[in-house]
């Protein structure tokens, strides 16, 4: 545990502007390679827009970011090429097949032909899904197609990948199962970024920070946050953040 | 007491895939009743079937006293929130509010009162298009839309999926005062945590209702133990619950892990001997009692 991991992502005053509203206002944050990072906020909070600059769609106003090495401000190209990035809703298309789905992903990312028929073998196994490999995406297990979605955004084996609210709608069972897959990805080196609204999933998150009117307002690992807020879970420190004033609407 | 809803038997499947199946149950006037369940168990349909948006393949339920076949009647007697937005996009907030007053053939002045408390927050956007909204006025504009006939049973599909906890919370507070106006509510949420919120819940999976009752009662019922335990190395600790004689489940919740055991089977000094000599420090064992998630997941368990 006393190896020093490098910086995979770093953003410094990172900030969005739309006319005169500020989307993201000056965030500063560095994740480590393999760490599990999971960005919180509430609805409105500027998580979408934050994600979106580091994974090169949008270009910030201003300050400076680096994901996977590259500059989100000038290679943006090459960010998209070393990231995985995973949708709220399924990105898989639900009229191709399991195996043509892995092979149209694996194509986007310009996998060679050997490579990534060998990569969906491994794939397939590894999610002991061999019984719906010619299966269409509409007629598969919901469970299935949330682990199979993150399979995929992992075929080019990125340095880091972005989980937007993976396990909304998900029932109990198949939401851990898909954690247990993302510790499985981050102990082979992956770092993971995700957002939730499942407060008990942040605390499977080695850090969190919690994003409140386009600022990070807090981060820190989740023992330290609930430490520091004197409370006992992190839905209490999320409702102290969102809600200062206490104030309901 | 008065049944708002009576549903018998109903069932329905989609090209050969059963979406619900033989689904009973009863709600009372001025209950606040959830349907808890993941996306794909079937609330969505459930809901469109009651308020005479689909047909049934079979069964027949009574919704304000009248058969499902008695479209109108039913329609002027629920509200109905969809899950997706699905107000005028391009229409003014009033405009969208004064439409659908319109098309229940009543206007939104005789009406006022029962959307006020909502319709306050949204007033000073009045003249912005619903398309522009932020999330949460959009739902509460949906809210208002939904109330403005006076509705006598509201259903309510999803409305706090993909939102964050506090705005959830502050929208469950506001069923919470529309109850107390003597509003029968149905709502539907993927949230196990909100079932707390509800007078009875039904929890469904796969088109099957696993169980129906108050969330106090099903909790109550749990037939197990359950423990929750944290140490330093919670990987680990999953590994070892997991591989341990006499447990039932381990899953975890937030900082802890939950493992259930049969009631005869439990000493929390043989688990804490057993943690320790596996090399766990900072050992935390406590008895809690079940939440709706351990309940949920144990169902699911057994229903597979």
Redesign the interface.
């Known amino acids: 545990m006393n190896t020093v991991r490098e910086n995979i992502i770093e953003v410094k005053n990172l900030e969005k502007r739309f006319g005169d509203f500020v989307a993201v206002n000056q965030i500063s944050f560095q994740v480590k390679s393999g760490e599990v990072f999971g960005f919180l ?5 500027g998580k979408t827009t934050a994600i979106k600059m580091l994974i090169g769609l949008w270009m910030p106003t201003s300050g400076k970011a680096c994901v996977a090495g590259f500059d989100v401000f000038k290679e943006s190209n090459s960010i998209k090429k070393n990231i995985g990035y995973m949708a ?1 809703r399924f990105s898989l298309y639900e009229d191709l097949t399991v195996i043509e789905n892995i092979q149209f992903y694996g194509g986007i990312y310009g996998l060679r032909k050997n490579i990534l028929n060998e990569r969906a073998e491994e794939l397939i196994a590894e999610l002991g899904m061999e019984s719906f490999r010619k299966e269409l995406i509409k007629n598969i ?2 469970g299935w197609k949330q682990k199979l979605a993150l399979s995929v955004a992992m075929i080019h084996k990125p340095k880091i990948v972005f989980l937007d ?1 993976p396990t ?7 939401r ?1 199962q898909f ?1 247990d897959l993302i ?1 499985n990805a981050a102990s082979k080196g992956t770092t993971v970024f995700v957002t939730t ?5 942040s ?2 998150c080695d850090r969190v920070s919690i994003m409140v009117d386009g600022k990070i307002e807090a981060l820190d690992t ?2 330290n946050l609930k430490k520091q807020f004197g409370v006992q ?3 209490e420190v ?2 102290r953040l ?2 200062p004033s206490g104030a ?2 | 007491m008065n049944q708002r809803v009576v549903a018998n038997k109903i069932t329905k499947k989609f090209r050969g895939v059963t979406a619900l199946d033989e689904i009973s149950f009863s709600v009372n006037e001025g209950e606040l009743f959830g349907f808890i369940g993941p996306d794909g168990a079937g609330k969505s349909t459930l809901f469109r079937i009651l308020t005479t948006v689909m047909n049934a393949d079979s069964g027949d339920a009574l919704v304000d006293g009248f058969p499902l076949k008695e479209e109108i009647k039913i329609r002027s007697r629920v509200g109905y929130m969809p899950g997706k937005f699905s107000l005028y996009p391009d229409l003014s907030v009033q405009e969208n509010l004064e439409f659908f007053a319109k098309v229940f053939g009543t206007t939104v002045q005789e009406n006022y009162s029962s959307i006020k408390e909502i319709y306050v927050q949204l007033e000073p956007f009045k003249d912005r298009r619903a398309g522009k909204l932020s999330g949460g006025m959009k739902q509460k504009l949906a809210l208002c839309c939904a109330l403005i006939h006076k509705p006598r049973v509201l259903f309510l599909d999803e409305p706090t999926t993909g939102v964050d906890p506090v705005s959830r919370r502050e929208f469950w507070e506001m069923l919470a005062r529309l109850k107390q106006g003597g509003l029968t509510i149905l709502v539907s949420t993927p949230y196990m945590d909100e079932a707390s919120r509800c007078d009875r819940v039904a929890l469904i999976q796969k088109g099957k209702i696993l169980e129906i009752d108050s969330p106090k009662e099903i909790t109550s019922k749990f037939p197990l133990n359950v423990i929750a335990v944290k140490s330093n190395q919670m990987l680990k600790l999953k590994e070892d619950l997991s591989t341990m004689e006499g447990k039932e489940s381990v899953h975890g919740f937030g900082e802890f892990m939950h493992i259930t055991m049969k009631k005869e089977n439990v000493s929390v000094t043989d688990l804490e001997n057993y943690l320790k000599q596996k090399g766990h420090e900072q050992i935390e064992i406590k008895n809690i009692e079940a939440s709706v998630e351990d309940c949920f997941m144990y169902l699911m368990e057994r229903s597979e």
């Not at chain 1, 906020?41 to 909070?45: E, I, L, S, V």
């Not at chain 1, 709608?169 to 198949?174: A, C, H, L, R």
């Not at chain 1, 609204?197 to 999933?201: A, F, K, N, T, V």
């Open positions: 906020g509430a609805n409105g909070a709220q297990p919901l609210e909304s709608g998900v029932d109990p069972i198949t851990r954690w510790y609204h499942y407060m008990d999933e605390e499977y989740p023992s879970s992190m839905d999320f409702v969102a809600r309901h609407v």
